[in-house]
């Protein structure tokens, strides 16, 4: 049974107080905390059981390989991947799209050629895709959201052309908490021979994931937002895909063979995978992924639609703030911006004296922001383990910063 008090017991940073009170971390959506057991995985990896993985003979060197390889299937698991394999490690979602534009397109893509991409997408589902329009002239389509921040999947059907060769779009938007029916972009996608790249960084955290049934060639993960250790993650490719990569990061672990004129390359996905990896991080995150699917990814989703939709209630009743983004399916990231002169950061300053942590920015979404005609706003981003009474206290706080900037 959901019971977000014992979960609240988990997180040992949950009990502390911030400028004399009670934390309420709404900040998920950047980060989110760690639950004690991963804490716990990450202390014992260094304090018992480390070593170097894959190259050693010796029992710590086995022992940390055999723990740090189990996480592969456990993240298989988690997405529900049937294949293992399909699995690379990264150190987060924006190792795992470069992996994907380096190892990927930048071999099979060429002048004139076109990358679909929402408007609502992260820098990170950006920024290397401009790599490639800067670089060898490929073209960037981009697909609006309707004014209440939904993106019609019809829509990024239709902008594709025949010099296409990848859409690549986020599952929840990290600003407007919007979610986007990828399944149907990748059935549509794959009628017309188009491979896709989803951006599951922020859906990944607040609803169950199966990569099998959405169907996508490509689908992102960061570990830091699934309340495992920053620089963990990973990406799942689909084989025939794999297949089309060269590798992005040359080094150890990912070579069958050196010589002086010339190499050959492990087998997927270590192909993929140069240099010593983030050991810990990623044992540390499959311990974070087995405690989510412990508690389980519909109650975690059940819980988090209620304070969905509890938020914006409060919110929506604020009439001197304005919520970016009313979607119809949405998660709970709340982006909004206040009437009046105070900038985002002047907010969450404000916000932080009592205790309310928010980001206040752009959120890495220039595009986005664009589209809206806004500056910054503050974004307040909801996890498994708050409550509707950090809400009240999100709107309590908000109420003082109206009096103050008014
Ligand atoms: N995509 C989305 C939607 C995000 O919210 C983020 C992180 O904020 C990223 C990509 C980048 O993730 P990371 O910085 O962990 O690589």
């Not at 005609?373 to 503050?378: F, H, L, R, S």
């Amino acid at each position: 049974m959901f019971d977000v008090q014992t979960i609240r017991r988990d997180f040992p940073i949950l009990a502390r107080e911030v400028n004399g009170k009670p934390l309420v971390y709404l900040d998920n959506g950047a980060s989110a905390q760690k639950p004690k057991v991963v804490i716990d995985a990450i202390t014992r990896a260094y304090a018992e059981e480390y070593a170097n993985v894959h190259r050693g003979l010796h029992t710590l060197s086995n022992i940390a390989t055999e723990k740090y390889e189990a996480v592969r299937g456990t993240i298989a698991r988690f997405l529900g991947a049937a294949d293992e394999e399909e699995i690379v490690f990264t150190s987060g979602t924006t190792e795992g799209i470069n992996l994907v534009a380096y190892g990927w397109a930048m071999p099979n893509l060429g002048p004139g050629d076109e990358i679909v991409l929402s408007v609502m997408e992260h820098h990170a589902n950006i920024v290397p895709w401009h790599f490639l329009r800067e670089r060898q002239g490929v073209v960037l389509k981009w697909v609006d959201v309707d004014a209440a921040g939904n993106l019609d999947p019809q829509a990024v059907l239709d902008a594709i052309g025949p010099k296409t060769k990848l859409v690549a779009v986020t599952q929840m938007s990290n600003v407007l908490g919007t979610v986007v029916d990828v399944a149907a972009i990748a059935r549509g996608a794959r009628e017309k021979g188009v491979p896709v790249l989803v951006d599951g960084s922020q859906a990944a955290v607040h609803m169950p994931v199966n990569v099998d049934e959405i169907g996508a060639d490509f689908y992102a993960i960061t570990g830091h937002k699934l309340y495992g250790p920053s620089g963990s993650g990973a990406i799942h490719i689909r084989k025939e895909r794999m297949n089309e990569m060269r590798p992005f990061l040359g080094g150890g672990d990912m070579i069958r063979e050196v010589h002086k004129d010339s190499v050959t390359y492990n087998a997927p996905p270590m192909k993929f995978e140069a240099g010593t990896p983030g050991i810990v991080q990623q044992i540390g995150l499959g311990v974070a992924l087995d405690y989510m699917m412990g508690i389980g990814m519909a109650d975690i989703a059940a819980h988090e639609q209620a304070i969905t939709g509890y938020a914006m209630d409060r919110l929506g009743g604020l009439n001197w703030l304005q919520v970016q983004g009313r979607a119809e399916h949405r998660g709970a990231i709340f982006s909004f911006t206040l009437d009046g002169p105070a900038h985002a950061h002047d907010i969450s300053t404000v916000l932080d004296k009592k205790g309310v942590a928010v980001r206040a920015g752009q959120h890495c979404a220039g595009p986005l922001m664009d589209h809206l005609g806004v500056a910054a706003t503050c974004r307040a981003s909801f996890a498994m383990y708050n409550t509707p009474e950090e809400v009240d206290k999100l709107v309590e706080a908000l109420e003082l910063c109206h009096e103050l900037f008014a």
